[in-house]
């Protein structure tokens, strides 16, 4: 029953060793969003996608970059992992954009780097 | 810009007690209002929302929250609260945005911790 799926649920990575998460969907959603959230922080916006219109909130360093080759898959990929990017990573889906629409969470990928 | 303020990082409260999780927000034009339970290493799940309409709003696992606009507020409350409550709570506010695909902008959380 799981509507959004993010795979894997832990991720191990080297420090500086690209690493990607994956996010999928089955709720046929048009909007998709990528949260970073740190130890005991809350969840921060990374970028998301209004179909194929990637938008990206103007902190977001350029390490972090997305794809999304169709509705249902979206994923996020860390050219360079530093330290400082260990964080629980969230992905998020929308049904439309404006209106009055609730986001729906994926379970989560807790990435540590070493 | 919009934002959240959460003034409680964290909330003790013995079992079958009432509590209310504070959140005021700030933003230039309307929003929309949710409060978000997180339990250890999950996602987000949505408690409830506010859109329009009745201030008052009820979600799940007993909870409700109150809309006030003169305040600024949106306090989520439930009457007894139960172990499995203990949990990280986040309140959310998105702008109107028309066309736009605008994110949730989240407050700091609660860490709501149930005592028996």
């Known amino acids: 029953d799981a509507m959004v799926i993010q795979n894997p649920r832990y991720q191990v990575t080297q420090f500086g060793k690209p690493v990607t998460l994956s996010c999928s969907q089955t709720?046929?959603?048009?909007?998709m969003y990528w949260y970073q959230q740190k130890s005991s922080q809350a969840p921060k916006l990374l970028f998301h996608?209004?179909?194929?219109?990637?938008?990206n909130e103007a902190d977001t360093p350029d390490n972090f970059q997305s794809r999304r080759p169709n509705t249902s898959f979206c994923f996020l990929d860390i050219r360079s992992p530093g330290l400082g990017d260990a964080a629980m990573y969230l992905c998020a889906t929308r049904g439309r954009a404006g209106g009055n629409t609730e986001a729906f969470f994926g379970q989560g990928t807790r990435l540590t780097v070493v | 810009a919009q934002s959240v303020t959460q003034l409680d990082s964290q909330v003790p409260v013995f079992e079958e007690a009432p509590v209310e999780l504070r959140c005021n927000y700030s933003s230039s034009v309307s929003v929309y209002l949710f409060w978000y339970v997180q339990y250890p290493n999950q996602g987000l799940q949505l408690l409830l929302k506010y859109l329009s309409g009745s201030t008052l709003v009820k979600g799940i696992n007993g909870f409700e929250a109150e809309f006030n606009k003169s305040q600024t507020s949106f306090h989520l409350r439930k009457p007894s609260v139960h172990i499995s409550d203990t949990a990280e709570y986040f309140c959310a506010v998105r702008v109107y945005s028309g066309g736009g695909a605008d994110g949730l902008t989240f407050g700091k959380g609660t860490h709501l911790i149930i005592q028996p």
């Open positions: 996608y209004y179909d194929k219109d990637f938008n």
């Open positions: 709720l046929n959603h048009n909007v």
